[in-house]
C-alpha cells in the first residue's frame, strides 16, 4: 500500500551546511505524525522544504505527495498543489498574515486561485471556514486587518486558511506558540476535530512532548539534522530507546515536582551538522563509547520502531 507522502533521503542544504542530512519517512492517508526535537534540530525546515519556500537552499532526495515529487517538480506545478493537496500553518501567525490586506480578503484570493469560485462564492466559503473554526461574528471579521484580532483569533484564521481547499496533508509548525494554555487547549481541540472530519494527514511539528501525546499517531525524533528514533506515540512514551528521546521525556516537569528541586536537563545544546563525525548526540551522552565514532544508522528495532544508537537497549 502506497503511503499518501514518502519521503526519502530528504536533505535541505545552505551552502556547505545540511541543515537536513538524508531524513526518510512516511505518513499514511488520515494520520498524524509527531516530529520533535530542540530548536535547531531541522524540523520547520523539513516542512518549509515539503512546501517549497526555502529560496536559498539546494534540496536533495524525493518527498512524494500522491506520486507527485515535491523535490523534483517546476515551481508552475508546485503552485498548483500548494494550497491545494498540502498546506501549511505556520509558527507566527502574526507575520504570517499579510498586514496589509483584510485576512477575508486573504481567505477569499487562496480560495479563487485554486477553486473555480467567483468572488461571492469564495466570499461565502470563507464565511463558513471562519464559523467552522470558532470565530464569532464571521462576517464582520472578514473585514478585519491581522492586528486587529488577538493571537488566538489569527491563528483561527491561519487555521481556516489552510484547510480551505481541502488539501490532503497538512504541516502544522509549532500551532500553539506564544498562546496561552487555555487558548492552546482549544487550539489543539479544533485542529484535531477539523483534520479527522475531513480525514486529512498532519505532520505536527512540536518541542511539547505534551501536545505529541495527545494529538500524534506516531512520532519521529528529531536531532542535528537526522532522524533518530521512531515509533507509535504510546511505544515511544513507554519505551523510548534512543538517549536523546529518554533526555526529552524525562525533561518533562511532573506535577508533584517542588518548587526549589532542579529539573533534569540534557547538558550542552545541539551541536553543528558541518562536518560531523559519528553519532552526533554523542558529545551530549552519558552512554557514548568508541563505537560511537562511526555514525549509527536508523534500523528496526520492533514492530513500527525504529532507532539509530550502538547503545539502544
Known amino acids: 500500500m502506497t503511503s499518501l507522502l514518502e519521503v526519502e533521503n530528504l536533505s535541505v542544504a545552505f551552502g556547505a551546511m545540511r541543515a537536513v542530512d538524508g531524513v526518510s519517512f512516511k505518513v499514511e492517508q488520515g494520520e498524524t505524525l509527531g516530529l520533535v526535537g530542540e530548536s535547531g534540530c531541522g524540523k520547520t525546515t523539513i516542512a518549509l522544504a515539503l512546501m517549497r519556500l526555502l529560496r536559498d537552499a539546494a534540496l ?62 469564495a466570499r461565502r466559503r470563507a464565511v463558513d471556514l471562519f464559523r467552522k473554526v470558532g470565530i464569532a461574528a464571521p462576517e464582520h471579521r472578514l473585514r478585519a486587518f491581522p492586528h486587529e484580532m488577538s493571537g488566538g483569533m489569527c491563528q483561527r484564521v ?123 548526540f554523542a558529545p551530549r551522552c552519558s552512554l557514548a563509547t568508541d563505537a560511537c565514532a562511526v555514525a549509527p544508522k536508523l534500523e528496526r528495532i520492533a514492530k513500527g520502531h525504529f532507532v539509530s544508537c550502538w547503545n539502544a537497549k
Open 60 to 121: 536533495d532526495g524525493s518527498a512524494r505527495l500522491d506520486g507527485a515529487d515535491l523535490v523534483a517538480i517546476d515551481e508552475k506545478a508546485m503552485r498548483a498543489l500548494r494550497g491545494a493537496k498540502i498546506a501549511m500553518i505556520f509558527q507566527d501567525p502574526g507575520t504570517s498574515l499579510h498586514p496589509m490586506i483584510r485576512v477575508g480578503d486573504q481567505i477569499v484570493e487562496a480560495l479563487r486561485a485554486h477553486l473555480d469560485m467567483t468572488k461571492d462564492e
Open 158 to 280: 491561519m487555521i481556516a486558511m489552510a484547510i480551505a481547499c481541502s488539501p490532503r496533508l497538512l504541516l502544522a509548525d509549532e500551532p500553539t506558540t506564544a498562546l496561552d494554555v487555555t487558548v492552546q487547549a482549544q487550539i489543539l481541540e479544533l485542529l484535531r476535530d477539523v483534520t479527522r472530519e475531513a480525514g486529512m494527514s498532519v505532520v505536527l511539528i512540536t518541542h511539547d512532548l505534551g501536545v505529541v501525546a495527545g494529538m500524534a499517531d506516531r512520532v519521529a525524533v528529531m536531532y542535528a539534522g537526522l532522524i533518530v528514533e521512531t515509533a507509535p506515540t504510546e511505544t515511544l512514551f513507554a519505551a523510548p530507546l534512543h538517549p536523546y528521546t529518554r533526555g526529552l521525556l524525562r525533561s518533562i516537569p511532573p506535577l508533584d515536582r517542588g518548587w526549589d528541586e532542579p529539573m533534569p536537563t540534557i547538558l550542552g545544546s545541539v551541536g553543528s551538522a558541518f562536518g560531523a563525525v559519528g553519532c552526533r
